[in-house]
């Protein structure tokens, strides 16, 4: 079991993709804690898990509350011995209102997706400097990249991509994507590694409510590999990521796409 002995938190844990790295970490060995707003969701998903032979719990807490997420480490911490991983995977996605156009949401989507993202490495990094060796994995998407990257492709293939929250959600990746690095740089110090995950288009029910068919269709025939992801297909660079496996790896964003952006 590759994380056999360690201790990971994955944020919006309660379904998803979030889900999947929760259950695929438990099935290496690892200590789970979900962390998720919807405690009642956050639970059932800790007893399916749990009913696999994992050991996971669910905490109720909010990311853009650093009072929160620092109750939620301590919790981890005290009940596991210590932190050894963060995915950041809490974002405004399933959710995300494509109705609202107001500035007003913008910065909602930022905070969620963009400073929830520091709000929990703060909340981890003081047990991980005290081990001095962790592993944070942020969690991007090819929309940081702009559209016309996408292997030559024009708007009028991009028919959900038209929308004022897409382009919030998109800015904050790109955020993410540059934090990555930065965090990278400063926190290698204490034996902290920083990756990234960039999924392409996934077929997950929040690809699904926000995208038609089609136009997941359009994105698949696109890209390298002529298909789109399903969740699943997330876990293994989740667990590398996370594993002594990428020991020496770090201020890296891994683009998991079946071949769409390809960026430089």
Not at 118 to 133: D, L
Not at 189 to 199: C, D, E, K, L, S
């Amino acid at each position: 079991m590759k994380l056999e002995g360690k201790t990971a938190i994955v944020t919006g844990g309660a379904q998803g993709i979030g889900r999947e790295y929760a259950a695929s970490f438990a099935r290496e060995g690892a200590n789970v804690v979900i962390t998720d707003i919807r405690e009642e969701q956050a639970r059932r998903v800790a007893q399916e898990i749990s009913a696999e032979g994992g050991n996971v719990v669910a905490i109720q807490s909010d990311v853009t509350s650093q009072e929160q997420m620092d109750s939620a480490a301590a919790n981890a911490a005290r009940q596991f011995g210590g932190i050894h991983v963060l995915v950041n995977n809490a974002a405004i996605y399933y959710d995300l209102d494509m109705t609202n156009q107001s500035i007003e949401y913008g910065r909602k989507v930022l905070d969620v997706n963009l400073f929830g993202i520091i709000i929990a490495a703060r909340a981890v990094f003081p047990y991980m400097k005290s081990q001095r060796s962790g592993a944070l994995i942020n969690i991007a998407t090819i929309g940081a990249w702009p559209p016309q990257g996408m292997g030559g492709a024009n708007r009028s293939n991009l028919p959900d991509y038209e929308t004022v929250p897409v382009f919030y959600y998109g800015l904050a990746k790109s955020g993410v994507v540059w934090l990555t690095k930065m965090m990278a740089m400063d926190l290698g110090r204490y034996g902290i590694r920083v990756n990234a995950i960039a999924p392409g288009v996934v077929a997950s029910e929040a690809t699904k409510k926000i995208m038609s068919v089609q136009g997941m269709e359009d994105f698949s025939h696109m890209s390298a590999l002529g298909r789109f992801l399903q969740p699943s297909d997330l876990t293994g660079t989740a667990v590398f990521l996370a594993s002594e496996d990428s020991a020496m790896m770090t201020g890296q964003v891994l683009v998991v796409d079946a071949g769409l952006v390809m960026p430089a």
